[in-house]
């Protein structure tokens, strides 16, 4: 399919002319609110954001004229509670305008949003608030309890705000907003460079609490090429990626590169259980271009029946785990569209994909993006031969891409072990073909990926030690034995002598996990096992588990 003018798409691109043409172009001062927000609000009818509201029946249209004046408003109610650049705040919400208002008028000024899942617990929010030192937080009245049972234990913390109904002692943010002034005045503020902190993400680790990941004003660049061209998008497209908005994935498909190319995004509250058939009837009355789903909603969308729905989709994507060639097959009898795979993380941008202008092959992570120097090394930063298993690297020694993190913010020893001999090292694993197509084999530091996910044992584990019954434990991957996850989070657990296994007692444990810690990590396939493979130094041998269960 090939457009002209503005809607004009990718598909006759040469890749290896693109691939060795590619120049990245960063200002020395940049800001993703005034340089692209309020550029494309020039044109007051351009439609930025459509948002489908409780049960899929409403929904609520925003222009980027709509984004400019709202998000100008917030950054002048920030101004008036003296939350200042380079300070952190906290933003737990569901999909919804609120989210891409703060976030806005927080780059504007400089301020630091720290995107939060929903699902974080108390112990996670106080984590979060007290490692980052931030002053604000961000939520809705469902989550007001979970921050106040912490509050007091966080020094930093001077303000909370509720989105959606007044709560007392907390700010509101209707009533702040629409009593704030409309225009925001850039030459007023100290303007914010390229290389100033923009973006602060948690990801998981397997020796520790989450990291710290700092990305900088020059981020949203980098992820125009997620947008152009692993996406495909352009200024026509109503664009759909499947993703909470405390993920790194709602800055890769709902935010940066969208609104940079001008596509408009589209977003659903969807609390409760996951509502494949109003998905896809809501991509059916909308008219959605182009989709981005992880695996497990595509497992879930192909098990409708999909010869009801009449979708306008010209390009469909996936990522976070490896997709089955299975769901592909019956995608495709149904539609007409491959699903193409691409790769990147919380600390990057898009740096491997399959590209909708070259062959595709099914399983694998694709080439890589514009821009980046991604090779197959071994852990002294040697280029191993084709077919050979090592690390996936992107080298950095004489281009830093923007769409690579600042660091691991107060981290030292986890940027050693990511910044060596000129590359950043993902931490993942794999070969690369005689075609130059890359081949995902697997994680080196365990963190387990399931429903696009990622989450990391030794939070998993640390919550079921709190559990009375267990006297030691080993959290890995296992296939989902339903077939609908991909990979699932399973424990082994060693019982204390006074417990012994029961479905009961399986189902107490579950539980409690999910109290402790947010709900999505919990165990959903327990082991009960006599003892431990070991090495000899007492550490628990996590890839003996893992081959046990073939996973």
């Not at 690390?391 to 910044?419: Q, T």
Request: with cysteine; proline share 6%; hydrophobic share 35%.
């Amino acid at each position: 399919m090939v457009q002209t003018g503005a809607c004009r798409t990718v598909d006759e691109l040469d890749y290896d002319r693109l691939y060795k043409e590619f120049k990245w172009e960063v200002p020395e001062f940049y800001n993703f609110g005034f340089d692209v927000v309020d550029k494309w609000a020039e044109d007051r009818t351009k439609l930025a954001l459509v948002s489908i509201l409780g049960n899929g029946e409403r929904s609520r249209y925003n222009t980027f004229y709509d984004m400019k004046v709202l998000s100008d408003r917030f950054a002048n109610v920030l101004i008036k509670l003296g939350v200042k650049k380079g300070d952190r705040v906290l933003v737990m919400l569901e999909s919804i305008p609120q989210w891409y208002v703060v976030l806005i008028g927080m780059f504007k000024l400089g301020v630091i949003p720290m995107p939060g899942t929903v699902l974080l617990t108390s112990k996670d929010i106080k984590y979060r608030i007290n490692r980052a030192e931030a002053n604000m937080v961000i939520t809705d009245v469902n989550h007001v309890g979970r921050v106040e049972r912490i509050a007091s234990e966080c020094p930093t913390l001077k303000h909370k705000m509720v989105v959606d109904a007044p709560v007392l002692e907390w700010l509101y943010y209707k009533d702040e907003i629409y009593g704030a002034q409309d225009e925001l005045d850039r030459s007023k503020l100290e303007p914010t460079r390229s290389d100033d902190p923009m973006l602060l993400y948690f990801t998981s680790g397997t020796t520790g609490q989450p990291k710290m990941v700092l990305h900088t004003h020059s981020y949203p660049l980098g992820h125009e090429v997620t947008a152009r061209f692993a996406q495909a998008l352009t200024s026509c497209d109503l664009h759909w990626t499947v993703s909470e908005t405390g993920w790194a994935k709602a800055a890769w498909g709902k935010l940066f590169g969208q609104m940079i190319v001008g596509a408009a995004i589209i977003q659903w509250e969807t609390p409760g259980r996951f509502d494949a058939d109003g998905l896809l009837r809501a991509m059916e009355r909308y008219g959605v271009t182009t989709f981005c789903a992880p695996p497990t909603v595509y497992r879930m969308l192909i098990q409708q029946d999909l010869t009801k729905y009449k979708l306008n989709l010209r390009h469909c994507m996936s990522a976070g785990e490896p997709m089955n060639p299975e769901v592909i097959k019956i995608w495709k009898q149904n539609f007409g569209l491959d699903i193409y795979d691409f790769y990147g993380q919380t600390e990057t941008v898009c740096v491997l994909s399959n590209f909708p202008f070259m062959p595709i092959k099914y399983g694998s992570m694709g080439k890589p993006t514009p821009g980046h120097d991604v090779r197959i090394v071994d852990d002294d930063g040697k280029e191993l031969p084709v077919s050979t298993e090592g690390n996936i690297a992107l080298y950095v020694k004489d281009v830093y891409p923007p769409g690579l993190m600042k660091e691991y913010w107060k981290d030292p020893d986890a940027m050693k072990k990511a910044f060596r001999h000129g590359f950043y090292f993902t931490g993942d694993r794999a070969y690369k073909d005689e075609d130059g197509y890359f081949w995902f084999v697997g994680r080196d530091d365990d963190v387990i990926k399931s429903s696009g996910y990622r989450i990391g044992p030794f939070e998993v584990e640390s919550a079921l030690m709190e559990h009375p019954a267990i006297a030691e434990c080993a959290v890995v991957g296992a296939p989902d034995p339903k077939g609908v996850r991909g990979i699932v989070v399973k424990a082994f657990i060693h019982l204390r002598k006074e417990y012994k296994p029961s479905e009961e007692l399986t189902k107490d444990i579950q539980e409690f996990v999910k109290n402790i810690t947010a709900p999505y990590k919990y165990p959903r396939i327990i082991e009960y096992v006599q003892e431990f493979p070991k090495t000899i130094s007492g550490k628990i041998k996590r890839k003996d588990l893992r081959e046990k269960d073939g996973s």
